[in-house]
């Protein structure tokens, strides 16, 4: 049976890298999750104090993007593959809100998307991939079998990623993580290089009120219908 592409989009929090993990681990497809690739970024600049809140020194993170190397490797006990950057695994510290204030700003230096894209691109030539970011469809697999366009309200993200910083025992407030959901749909929808916009060929679902098993069960019906089409 031949493998398609499969590009997850959506706004920050909508549950994309979760139902990607799903779908990849039932298809037996590769899962490249492209937001920690912009993350590691982020936490490299932060560590190099090329970024803080009240400045972004752009061209000193230019000059150093040949210095970073990103890489995913397989976690059996997890089921799923972590970041690695520059051969440390960052898995747990490109999660913090932190990291989440400034990876959009990260995402709008058109040098930084040139050279991720291109990475995603080799990775997923092959097909039987997973990817999830805010511009697969659009930009990095135009041409993929299967787009989806992930959506729910500003406050149900907001709750659910307040719920899962808490549980991992990070020291926020609801109201920090909502401001930082709004602020990144900002600047994910306006930025000059590859907005996130929804493909004309992309399905939209909006899964506000939908458990993660009836959301799992909706795609993955999708998906048997794309691969079934490719064939």
Do not use: C, W
């Not at 990291?99 to 040098?111: D, G, L, P, Y």
């Not at 549980?167 to 907005?195: F, H, M, W």
């Amino acid at each position: 049976m031949n493998k398609i592409t499969i590009a997850i989009d959506g706004f920050s929090s909508t549950g994309k890298s979760t139902i990607a993990k799903q779908l990849a681990k039932h298809l037996g497809y590769v899962y490249v999750d492209t937001g920690a690739m912009y993350r590691s970024v982020a936490l490299y600049a932060l560590q190099n104090g090329f970024i803080s809140a009240d400045h972004f020194n752009q061209e000193a993170l230019i000059l150093q993007l040949p210095q970073i190397e990103l890489s995913f490797k397989f976690n059996g006990d997890l089921g799923y593959a972590e970041v690695y950057l520059n051969g440390i695994n960052v898995e747990k510290k490109i999660r913090t809100l932190e990291v989440s204030s400034f990876v959009s700003q990260i995402a709008t230096v058109s040098e930084v998307r040139k050279k991720l894209v291109e990475q995603q691109q080799k990775m997923g030539e092959d097909k039987g991939v997973v990817m999830d970011g805010r511009d697969i469809g659009t930009i990095v697999f135009p041409n993929a079998e299967l787009k989806l366009f992930m959506v729910a309200s500003a406050e149900t993200r907001a709750e659910r990623r307040y719920k899962e910083l808490i549980t991992r025992g990070d020291d926020v407030k609801y109201e920090a993580v909502l401001k930082n959901v709004t602020d990144r749909d900002y600047l994910d929808t306006t930025r000059k290089d590859s907005p996130l916009i929804k493909a004309i060929d992309a399905i939209e679902i909006d899964n506000s009120l939908l458990s993660i098993e009836q959301q799992f069960d909706k795609v993955l019906e999708l998906a048997k219908k794309a691969i079934k089409s490719s064939n």
